[in-house]
């Protein structure tokens, strides 16, 4: 068992408690770990960015977009991206990908 920098103690999953909560994340090849304390299950590849999300400091300029599911995360993300860098729409940084314009953290 390994710690966090949040610390959360971190647990992988094995045997019979792996496959059960696999059938209702079969999406995840790799893995998965429990963090303690708390009802925490998380994919294994988590564990390479946990402490990064955990130490993330904002800045006063930044904006946070939420949006719900599959309701315009990404047409959202544009629409602030150019109204605070290109609202005259000629900046050449407008081709670049959304993500590289709006970093996503889920």
Not at 13 to 40: F, N, S
Request: net charge positive; aromatic share 12%; with cysteine.
């Amino acid at each position: 068992m390994s710690q966090l920098a949040s610390g959360h103690n971190v647990e992988v999953l094995e045997g019979e408690e792996l496959a059960r909560q696999m059938r209702d994340w079969r999406g995840y090849k790799k893995g998965l770990v429990r963090l303690t304390p708390g009802p925490w299950v998380m994919p294994k590849g988590f564990l390479k960015f946990a402490d990064k999300f955990y130490e993330f400091k904002f800045r006063p300029n930044d904006v946070l977009i939420m949006t719900y599911p599959k309701c315009g995360t990404t047409w959202t993300q544009e629409i602030v991206w150019t109204m605070r860098n290109n609202p005259d729409l000629t900046s050449p940084d407008a081709a670049l990908p959304i993500l590289v314009k709006s970093p996503f953290l889920e």
